[in-house]
């Protein structure tokens, strides 16, 4: 089983910036693609961004508006997620996940993998 470990979150204001990180205990962290959703409360989880197994190809959901960056660092079996622009509605409990089709997709059920979430706040 793949443990899965974020990162990063905290309270920012209004159009400022986090990075959140996802570190992985699987040495072959490298086949997995990898995606972050995010939750908010009394809402489905959302899907935010996705990256292949090689970092080659990137998606990202409604909610990035050009926002937000994905990345993967696999020699640091670690992906990231790049929050500018933040606004309150960003306001949710983010979530990183893999899936070993080793593309990225927005589907929950086809990731195998979830880690237990990190907060980000953001305040008007």
């Known amino acids: 089983q793949v443990q899965l470990v974020e990162s990063g979150g905290g309270l920012v204001q209004a159009r400022g910036s986090l990075r959140l990180s996802c570190a992985a205990s699987?040495?072959?962290?490298?086949?997995?693609?990898m995606g972050w959703f995010r939750q908010a409360p009394g809402k489905e989880r959302e899907f935010v961004a996705g990256?292949?197994?090689?970092?080659?190809?990137?998606s990202y959901g409604d909610s990035s508006q050009g926002r937000f960056t994905i990345s993967r660092d696999n020699a640091k079996n670690t992906v990231n997620l790049q929050l500018n622009n933040l606004k309150p509605e960003d306001t949710a409990v983010y979530y990183c996940?893999?899936?070993?089709?080793?593309?990225?997709?927005?589907?929950?059920?086809?990731?195998?993998?979830w880690g237990q979430g990190t907060q980000v706040t953001v305040s008007s």
């Open positions: 990256i292949s197994s090689n970092g080659g190809f990137t």
């Open positions: 996940a893999a899936t070993r089709i080793g593309s990225p997709t927005s589907v929950l059920r086809r990731y195998d993998y």
């Open positions: 699987e040495r072959t962290f490298s086949v997995y693609a």
